[in-house]
Structures are given as C-alpha cells and as structure tokens.
C-alpha cells in the first residue's frame, strides 16, 4: 500500500458543485501538503499544515479549505468548483526530524475536472 | 521570498546523448535544493537534494547536480541517456530557516529519442 493515499483518483464534475479531496498516510509526520499541478506552471502550493491544529495558506489558496482532521488525514474543498480549477491536485508530507531540508512524499495525485 | 527557474520547459536528446537540465535559485538565505521526476501517470519522486554538504550531489538513477553558489544554478546532468529516463523533471527550492514549504520550478518535460 502506498503511503500517501488520495482519494478520489480521478473525478469530473460540474461547476458549482462542492468536492472534496482526500488525503491520507502512513508515514507518521506531522507536516501536510496541497500542491496543484497546472501544465506550464509546474506545482503551486495550496494549503499546509504543519500539525493539526495549524493551517497556513499557500500561494493559492483562493477557492480551496481545508481540514485537518487528524495527524494522517489531510482533505481539500473546492466549496463551488469553477472551470479553472481543473487541475492535478498532490497531497504531500514531511517528517519533522528531516524537515529542516524541505523533503517532500507524494501521493499519486487526484486528478479533476470541471465541466 | 526564493524562487527557482527552470531553463527550458522541453529538452530532447538521443538514448545516450548527455542530459542537462537547467535550474536557477534566488534564495536570500542559504538555500536547500532539490530536483524531482515525475514519471507519467504518477507522483513526484525524489532524485536528489542538496542540504549545505557536498556541493556535488548525486542521486538516483545514475543523475547528479552541482550546487554553484557563484552562478546561483543547481544544473542536473546524467552522462548517458536512457529511453526510461523520459519524464517530467522539476527543481524546488525550500527556505529552511523559515520551515515553510519547497517551492518549485515549472519543470522540464525530457524526451529520449532512439
């Protein structure tokens, strides 16, 4: 099993509608991550979440919540999707013993489509 | 705030040929660097990073880089290409005094031609 899972893989929806993306891992760190990935414009950061009762938005974060449910689950919201968030969407984690270097895990990534 | 630049968003080369790749950094503090591959349909993996050590840096794969303070470049190179080398490619830059997160390039696409 993988040890950044999201869920759901692939979802086409319409816009206005409310969706969630999930995120899950077995890796133990305390430090989550939502990055969108656009062609040309390589990965842009959403949210992160350094432990669970802290948030901090990214670069992009206009249109998206978040929720940190517990130390291993870390979901994204589209609240009204739009056309323009039709994108690829990573879930990432980092270990605090190693995150003083930025490394990163990836899950396999969601990826979504806004009619 | 840091940033990195990636020169050229499409580089092809034939199986065997050298591969390079290009990063730029700006970093007002003493950065970490990193180069990351995605294959198609998959997530980002880690090829190397660069943490303050060994300037010259080798990762998985048989692919290196350089981290040249002087030129604010962190190029990634492999010797000889291969046709399973194809892949998206980006460098990321993280501000370890800040904690924040790796900020990324908008990656390099590397065909390997026959």
């Known amino acids: 099993d993988a040890d950044v899972t999201q869920t759901p893989r692939n979802r086409i929806t319409k816009t206005g509608k409310r969706i969630m993306l999930e995120c899950s891992q077995t890796?133990?760190?305390?430090?989550m991550y939502w990055y969108r990935q656009d062609p040309g414009l390589g990965l842009r950061l959403i949210y992160y979440?350094?432990?669970?009762?802290?948030?901090n938005k990214g670069e992009i974060s206009d249109g998206y919540s978040v929720s940190r449910q517990a130390q291993a689950k870390f979901s994204l919201s589209l609240e009204s999707a739009i056309p323009n968030q039709t994108a690829l969407y990573f879930c990432?984690?980092?270990?605090?013993?190693?995150?003083?270097?930025?490394?990163?895990?990836f899950g396999e990534g969601s990826r979504l489509t806004v009619l | 705030a840091q940033s990195v630049t990636q020169l050229g968003s499409h580089v092809s080369v034939s199986e065997g040929a050298l591969v390079l790749l290009r990063c730029n950094y700006s970093?007002?503090?003493?950065?970490?660097l990193f180069w990351y591959v995605q294959y198609p349909n998959q997530g980002l993996q880690l090829l190397l990073k660069?943490?303050?050590?060994?300037?010259l840096v080798k990762g998985i794969n048989g692919f290196e880089a350089e981290f040249k303070k002087s030129e604010t470049s962190f190029h990634l190179t492999k010797p000889s290409a291969h046709m399973s080398d194809a892949a998206e490619y980006f460098c990321a830059v993280s501000d370890n005094q800040a904690g924040t997160a790796l900020i990324f390039g908008k990656g390099t696409t590397l065909s390997v031609s026959s």
């Open positions: 890796k133990g760190h305390d430090r």
């Open positions: 990432a984690t980092s270990d605090p013993s190693t995150s003083a270097t930025g490394e990163l895990f």
């Open positions: 660069y943490t303050s050590a060994a300037t």
């Open positions: 979440s350094f432990d669970v009762k802290d948030i």
């Open positions: 970093s007002s503090v003493p950065p970490y």
